[in-house]
């Protein structure tokens, strides 16, 4: 059963240089208890989604499509019903856990005044014992309820802040980048935290990530997103082993993991938001561009190996024009436009 | 893999180097002559940089990598031991010499947009170094070098990028500049600091695939401090693993990647994220974090996060705290209350000492403390502490827990690879074994 389904969803930035399209018609489903892991490289529009989902995008930004949360369009609702919606039902996890706590308030505090703020009805022994039991669950012992953030080490701050979002008891929890400012050792212990998550409760996850090996070890689904757009989805085994998409696949080879034995990258850079390229946004690096990429925008089809893709390469066949399937003659790509 | 470079002489040696910062204390600590203490951010660190080579210095935040680095360049000032570079002492140097050797030694930071003067267009700022030195003072000179060197980084053409801002640029880009910036002087040694760490997966590959050109063509010798182990093996001939202000493991690439000696170099190996859904995140990681640098663990800094530590890794007080702690936390609430019903203020195990005085709240006997750890011993065995625990027993209003001695790793070399941990020192084990022995009697 799905949590959240956004259809055709558009974000635009209003700038100097004209509208950026962060988010540029996505479809998406996260059903219940599941982890998504939404990658993407910085630019890509993956942080405007997840905020677009929170109802934090700044000011000027337009909203447009549809993004169905139990029966309501978060596009159309207002700021009012979404302080309502932020963190009972969707919950959120930010990227520095080091500027999010008050340093004038005590860790009990923290907790007092989000569950007044939201379950007004609750007993100070109630709010207790949920604050404790939500801090357990992260390992943080009881012992050290009433002390201040700056008695907590980088790794338990960040803890704390996923207690202080779980103690709402959300449906769907959005994690931007959580584990960026933190070190391999105590990544991986938040990491498997938040893969807990769903074996325990029933909470999704939408976990956004630059890090293709967090989404690797924690996610059972994975999007890709390039552009403003999501140019593959399906189950992440898949999407690793058999990647669709020519940018996933070189996205894949240019990072640098332990088995690395040869340098590879992308040419260029991802492309201006306000100014895309025609047609597939990929085109200009794709190494297999075809004369269609150039002329049509790519359909969402479905690959052999079963995820969604947004590449002429899959088809369909019978929207390629004749003489389409040509490789594209690339002018060289100039260096100028290296990242 | 490279191929090894020609190495030819010591460029860089350091000697037991240490970077301390003194905290400052209250008012009253200065008044009653107490010692604030000191953040020991480098404790004691040894190595020899070859001419050409690229040595990678790996640690989390908070090991001390940075301080070294910057040390090096007396952009920190050491403590204690001694900087020898190309020969000669540095260590206590003026600044106004060590300024023109800095035109040698060069470093490079993780935050290119920090690095970079907002205002100061590309032309300026990469020239800037010229200028400082007195290299050129001649407009035209000045400009041939700077564009051949921005074209010499993929900056081209350079007219387009001369009269470009910072912030005209994308964080690759200015990566580059920097690096330009960095080699403009033709030094020897370069310091990089996460030169990569800020920048997208995709981007990475191509600032690397740089610095190995530039170190080629301009024969660099390259220190790269990162966290990051998967660019520290592509790109490093050998590795320094740092730990909380010392090195621990140090040796040839392939021999550390291959057969990691000290555990927290295993550690870290087995918990980066690989890119690969088969392969889950191990669940036995050492729990906790590097610690503070101004009380660093008694015997072997490692010791409290250690799977392998034993007997005589420098067991204290305040690993009982971390013990009774990790234990209380998700435990149920009735039996937390329980214990800690027995148990006085935590705050008493905060010291270092090889006897831990748990103490017993007012009005319980210390009998019942005894009980309580010696139940806990009997429920975690295998719980580490345990190893260097040598009696339990009552004394007065507390339970002590005694451990054995604890001792200070020494600098062995174990098959060419140089490492800090008793697991590979027979006289350390040998007096593991002893207590052990005593201990079943």
């Known amino acids: 059963m799905s949590v959240l389904s956004a259809r055709d969803l558009r974000v635009w930035y209003g700038t100097s240089r004209g509208p950026v399209r962060a988010v540029d018609g996505i479809s998406l489903e996260i059903n219940a208890g599941e982890t998504l892991g939404l990658v993407g490289e910085s630019g890509c529009g993956k942080s405007t989604l997840g905020r677009s989902i929170l109802g934090l995008l700044p000011r000027g930004a337009v909203i447009d499509g549809e993004l169905l949360y139990d029966g309501q369009n978060l596009t159309e609702l207002s700021q009012r019903d979404f302080r309502r919606l ?60 009433r002390q201040y953030p700056h008695e907590f080490s ?64 924690s996610c059972e689904r994975v999007a890709v997103m390039y552009a403003g757009q999501i140019v593959e989805e399906g189950a992440a085994r898949t999407v690793f082993s058999q990647p669709a998409h020519p940018y996933t696949s070189e996205l894949l080879r240019s990072i ?42 790519p359909i969402e089809v479905r690959a052999e190996t079963g995820q969604r893709v947004l590449c002429w390469l899959h088809g369909p066949e019978e929207e390629i024009p004749p003489g389409g399937k040509a490789p594209l003659e690339r002018e060289a790509i100039a260096v100028a436009e290296e990242a | 893999m490279q191929k090894k470079p020609e190495l030819n002489g010591t460029l860089l040696e ?25 953040v020991k951010a480098v404790d004691g660190v040894s190595f020899q940089l070859q001419r050409g080579e690229v040595l990678g210095l790996v640690g989390e935040s908070g090991s001390g990598k940075t301080t070294l680095g910057r040390a ?129 997966m995709s ?30 093996r592509f790109f490093c001939d050998r590795i320094a693993i740092m730990y909380l202000g010392r090195i621990v493991e140090l040796g040839q690439t392939e021999e550390i990647f291959a057969n990691p000696r000290h555990p927290y170099t295993a550690s870290l190996l087995r918990a980066i994220p690989e ?47 971390d013990l009774l702690e990790e234990r209380w936390a998700g435990m149920a609430e009735q039996e937390f209350t329980r214990e800690q019903a027995l148990i006085g203020d935590l705050d008493a195990l905060d010291e270092v000492s090889e006897i831990a005085r748990v103490p017993s709240t ?61 697991l590979y020192d027979d006289e350390a084990r040998g007096r593991a074994e002893e207590h052990a022995r005593k201990g079943r009697k």
């Open chain 2, 72 to 200: 090096l360049l007396r952009l920190a000032e050491p403590t204690e031991g001694a900087i020898v570079y190309d020969g000669r002492d540095i260590t206590r140097v003026e600044e106004r010499e060590m300024r023109s050797l800095r035109r040698k030694m060069q470093i490079v930071f993780q935050d290119p947009h920090a690095s970079l003067n907002p205002a100061m267009d590309l032309e300026t700022a990469v020239g800037h170094p010229l200028s400082i030195h007195g290299v050129t003072k001649d407009k035209v000179d000045m400009r041939r070098r700077v564009s051949e060197m921005l074209e010499r980084v993929g900056l081209a053409p350079a007219d387009r990028f001369l009269t470009k801002y910072p912030g005209d640029l994308s964080g690759g880009q200015k990566q580059r500049a920097v690096l330009a910036r960095a080699i403009m002087l033709n030094p020897d040694l370069l310091v990089a600091d996460e030169p990569v760490s800020m920048l997208d």
């Open chain 1, 86 to 145: 932020r963190g009972p039902e969707i919950g959120l996890i930010f990227q520095e856990p080091m500027t999010r706590l008050n340093p004038l308030m005590r860790i009990s505090d923290h907790f007092k005044e989000t569950l007044e703020a939201h379950e007004s009805s609750l007993t100070d022994e109630e709010i207790r014992r949920r604050s404790l039991d939500a801090l357990g669950g992260m390992g943080i012992p009881p012992t050290r309820f």
């Open chain 1, 154 to 217: 980088g790794g338990m701050r960040q803890r704390i802040m996923i207690a202080l979002t779980l103690v709402l008891r959300p449906k769907l929890l959005i994690a931007d980048e959580p584990t960026t400012a933190l070190d391999v050792l105590v990544e991986a212990q938040i990491l498997q935290i938040l893969g807990d998550l769903k074996k325990n409760a029933d909470t999704a996850l939408l976990l956004i990530t630059h890090n293709l090996g967090i989404v690797a070890e």
């Open chain 2, 275 to 321: 890119p690969d859904p088969a392969k889950g995140i191990p669940r036995d990681l050492p729990r906790g974090e590097v610690p503070d640098a101004v009380t660093p663990p008694h015997g072997c800094n490692f010791h409290p996060r250690c799977p392998r530590a034993f007997e005589v890794c420098g067991w204290e007080a305040r690993d009982v705290r």
């Open chain 1, 256 to 297: 640098i993991s332990l088995k690395t034995t040869e340098l590879h990258y992308i040419p260029g850079a991802p492309p201006d938001l306000a100014d895309p390229p025609n047609a597939c946004r990929f085109h200009p690096r794709c190494p297999y561009a075809m004369q269609v990429c150039t002329a049509k925008d």
């Open chain 2, 362 to 422: 007012e009005g319980v006997r210390s009998r019942h403390v005894v009980e309580l750890l010696e139940r806990i011993r009997r429920e975690q065995p295998e719980t580490r502490l345990w190893k260097g625990a040598r009696s339990i027993e009552e004394g007065g209003k507390e339970a002590l827990i005694q451990f054995h001695e604890g001792l200070e790793p020494r600098h062995l070399v174990v098959d060419s690879v140089e490492v800090e941990c008793h």
């Open chain 2, 14 to 38: 350091v000697k037991d180097l240490k970077v301390h910062f003194p905290l400052r204390g209250s008012f009253v600590e200065r008044l009653v002559g107490r010692e604030p203490g000191s």
């Open chain 2, 203 to 232: 981007v990475r590959a191509k600032i690397l695939e740089l610095m190995i050109g530039l170190k080629d063509e301009f024969d660099l010798t390259y220190l790269y401090i990162t966290h990051d182990l998967a660019t520290a």
